[in-house]
């Protein structure tokens, strides 16, 4: 069923935990000092950030629904986090007596999403931001899943091109805040397709937010979609409008980066600067934070989906936060500072940060839950079907392993629907990044009996793609699996999900392309043949050279399937019943070495 197709049979069926971390061990800078509790010299501010809510408006099952809260005695505890209803109660209490106060995103806010959101092409989330009070978001790469043209489209209103609106008398009206994409640009105007910073007046004092997103989006999404763009440095585009805001006498700017690093521990509370400033935190942002110009006073951030308040010290020596609120509206962020009245900047040393928890003993917001019963009632005879059974949950993005259960299930899917289409393919490939979720047992279906419905499963693969047959040579299909572990996929791997057929020794003791161990690798059952040709499925972004495997681009003999999420439907259907429901596979097609 496609969604076109599935849309118009839907519409004819008619408490916060936290604990803050500061960056108030840099010198005092030239923002000054005194005063505070918005009197005299200075005045508060608050800026709440969430990032990576990836259409989430319900509550997110599984280990992607949940956050880490570490104890003072060294313990944790896992708590159940998100939902827009509980998110919006959050905000709002976080906001009662903040006259100066500004909700901002720091990208991947709609993409990726489940079916409530995706089935009509995020306009329920864009409508629940504008609930929020979202003032302000940075693009980041999902935003770009269904091309540059339909962004503009959610930041302008108006019916789909395609699917038209959902509901007599009623046209989408478009985002309330500004979309930002100060780094987007087209390639024969060198101009930004949205606009690439905001000033907001918050009673009477000007704060200005840049927005981009990473640099290596055109890597990461569908080409077609981003065609005429170019995607520009992060750092050098900051410090071009953070200039340009000071030319126009705005000295407190906040940049809203679709980039992210790593904290030292997934608690969402850990302390990240326990060894000192920048100790607790690696990745990309680690870079971009160090080269970012001194005049940009914080950095929200997301993309890696990870929790930290982190300090990273400025070009001239300063710290700085640089926060990230998880993902799926499991967090928000609550930045605290003092605006110096006389300098007309931010106090550094007064900049405080906490991560706080959308947990759901908090009491819901009722327009969120209306929000939420419009659009599940139009979704409600496609999203509530059942595609299959399970006997257990069937890890994902939850599993924590380079190989996982779900991301085999799915690759097992393609490879025997390419048999459909050609009974000589070899084997299948799945990117990890396409596996949005897990499938758990316990929330699957309404009495939590291991059904799994139409809406669970494009929860766990929500972006149309197509399944795709190429040919590959033997050296090719090594290279490709290389490519998981070399290049621009060198320090942060991205290990293809296999299907039966393929074998292979990952040894994580090696570094770069070495990590493959190029004589363990076989092909149902046989030593891979480098002269050989090997049919192979995979998915059309992965077909485009998707992810960075530039390799997958050159292959030949092409042939066009179903959509991918059809062909999940399909094997689940083929493979499992109330009877006999399908068990989680091994996740043993790839030999670890640690």
């Known amino acids: 069923m496609t969604r076109t197709t599935a849309i118009a049979a839907a519409v004819a069926a008619t408490t916060t935990l ?54 003072a005695d060294g313990t944790t505890e896992t708590i159940n986090a998100g939902g827009v209803e509980y998110l919006a109660t959050g905000l709002r209490e976080a906001r009662e007596d903040e006259p100066r106060s500004v909700t901002v995103a720091a990208g991947d806010l709609i993409g990726a999403s489940p079916l409530l959101s995706g089935l009509f092409h995020d306009e329920p989330t864009i409508e629940a931001l504008n609930g929020l009070g979202m003032d302000v978001a940075g693009v980041g790469n999902h935003e770009f899943d269904e091309g540059w043209e339909e962004l503009v489209r ?35 105007t060198g101009e930004p397709i949205l606009d690439p910073y905001t000033i907001e007046n918050l009673g009477g004092v000007r704060v200005g937010f840049i927005g981009v997103t990473l640099e290596g989006t055109a890597d990461i999404v569908t080409q077609e979609g981003i065609e005429g763009l170019e995607f520009l440095d992060e750092v050098e585009t900051i410090n071009r409008y953070t200039a340009e805001l000071e030319r126009r006498g705005v000295n407190a700017v906040v940049a809203l980066v679709h980039e992210g690093g790593f904290p030292e521990s997934d608690a969402y509370n850990n302390d990240c600067d326990a060894g000192g400033p920048g100790s607790g935190i690696s990745g990309p942002i680690v870079d971009i934070a160090e080269r970012t110009d001194a005049g940009v006073d914080a950095l929200v951030t997301g993309h890696t989906h990870q929790p930290y308040v982190c300090t990273i010290p400025d070009p001239a020596g300063n710290d700085r936060l640089v926060t990230s ?7 928000f962020t609550e930045l605290n500072m003092e605006y110096d009245r006389r300098s007309q900047d931010i106090v550094r040393t007064s900049v405080e940060g906490t991560n706080r928890v959308v947990d759901r003993e908090q009491e819901k917001a009722a327009d969120m839950t209306d929000l939420i019963g419009y659009w599940n009632e139009l979704a409600a005879p496609i999203a509530n079907a059942p595609v299959g059974y399970i006997s257990e949950d069937i890890l994902g993005r939850g599993a924590g392993t380079p190989e996982t259960p779900l991301g085999d299930l799915i690759a097992d899917a393609q490879l025997a629907h390419a048999r459909t289409l050609d009974e000589s393919t070899d084997l299948a490939l799945m990117n990890p990044g396409g596996v ?15 059904v799994v419905t139409y809406g669970e499963g494009f929860t766990v693969q929500p972006f149309s793609n197509t399944v795709n047959l190429l040919d590959l040579t033997g050296e090719q299909l090594l290279t490709v699996l290389q490519e998981q572990v070399s290049g621009v996929n060198e320090a942060a791997p991205k290990i293809l ?48 050279g998707g992810d960075g495997f530039a390799t997958l681009a050159e292959g030949t003999n092409p042939v066009v399937g179903a959509d991918d999420m059809a062909v999940l439907e399909e094997y689940l259907g083929a493979n499992s019943t109330p009877d006999a429901p399908i068990a989680a596979p091994a996740a043993d097609r790839i030999t670890v070495v640690e």
């Open 18 to 71: 936290g604990i803050g971390l500061t960056a108030a061990q840099a010198a005092p800078d030239a923002s000054g000092g005194g005063g505070g509790g918005g009197h005299g010299r200075t005045v508060d501010l608050q800026v709440l950030a969430v990032n990576d809510l990836h259409g989430a408006l319900e509550p997110p099952t599984g280990s992607s629904g949940q956050v880490v809260e570490e104890h």
């Open 154 to 188: 959610l930041q302008e209103g108006g019916c789909h091109p395609e699917d038209g609106c959902y509901v007599d008398d009623r046209e989408f009206a478009g985002s309330e805040f500004p979309y930002l994409a100060a780094n987007v640009v087209h390639e024969d």
């Open 497 to 544: 999900q296999p299907s039966e057929g393929l074998n292979y020794t990952l040894d994580l003791t090696r570094s770069g392309a070495d990590r493959i161990v190029a004589d363990s690798v076989t092909v149902g059952g046989e030593p891979l043949d480098p002269a050989a040709t090997y049919r192979i499925a995979v998915n059309s972004f992965l077909a485009g």
């Open 325 to 331: 609120a998880a993902s799926n509206g499991r967090l």
């Open 436 to 450: 949005r979720a897990d499938l758990s047992y316990a929330a699957s279906g309404e009495e939590g009996d291991g």
